[in-house]
């Protein structure tokens, strides 16, 4: 399913836009990294493509064929888009099988991201904040099949586990799902644009937030390149 958007300001006060006439169509199947510094709207985006703030002007909306679906039909909007915030909820006293089970199969969940079957049983409170971080991108996609939308996912989360999750975006996306994704991990962005699957490459993106609105950067800059954008 195609994210488009259309001539979309986003923003808190309509004279102080974040975000100015954002135009553009995020293909399926792709990795999309807003990268931005801090302030810059990446945070007010997501939040507005999940339908939890109104844009200011403009709309957009999700297309496969002939089926369209807008934010304001709540109920598909979230069958179809999920969400995971830089926070894992840890205070939750469910076990990991048990929050699973609130989105889909738990069996499902563990059979795909193996790393989390020695946790099944424990409780979230337990977890660190990646291994809770990874059991709340198995229940988003557990949620939705298509869409996924991250805020900072990496950005409390060591090395290891910032591998982790990578790699099982990559799995979801491999099973033609999507996702999008605001971060500041720029190693993480370049090592995986250098290690996927050339297929999902060439439908993912990178792009820069600014005033303006979103400018693009390839998907083949260095680590160098990266950084130079957000000077």
Not at 109 to 126: F, G, T, V
Not at 146 to 161: I, K, Q
């Amino acid at each position: 399913m195609r994210l488009h958007l259309n001539d979309l300001w986003v923003g808190h006060r309509a004279h102080c836009p974040l975000l100015e006439g954002v135009t553009v169509c995020f293909e399926p199947g792709g990795m999309h990294v807003l990268l931005g510094v801090n302030g810059a709207g990446k945070t007010t985006l997501l939040r507005t493509l999940l339908g939890v703030q109104t844009p200011l002007s403009g709309h957009f909306f999700i297309k496969s064929g002939s089926e369209v679906i807008h934010p304001i039909d709540g109920k598909a909007w979230g069958r179809h888009v999920a969400f995971v915030p830089s926070m894992p909820p840890k205070h939750v006293g469910l076990t990991v099988s048990e929050l699973l089970s609130l989105s889909g199969s738990s069996s499902e969940a563990l059979s795909s991201h193996p790393q989390l079957k020695s946790w099944r049983n424990q409780r979230m409170s337990m977890l660190s904040d990646g291994q809770a971080q990874q059991v709340m991108v198995a229940r988003a996609m557990l949620q939705s099949r298509h869409w996924l939308v991250l805020d900072e996912p990496t950005a409390f989360l060591d090395v290891r586990s910032q591998r982790h999750l990578w790699s099982m975006l990559t799995t979801h996306l491999k099973k033609g799902g999507s996702a999008m994704l605001a971060t500041h991990d720029l190693r993480g962005v370049h090592r995986w644009f250098d290690q996927a699957p050339q297929g999902v490459v060439e439908a993912s993106s990178i792009h820069i937030v600014n005033q303006s609105g979103l400018k693009p950067i390839s998907a083949s800059a260095s680590l160098d390149d990266l950084e130079s954008a957000l000077v």
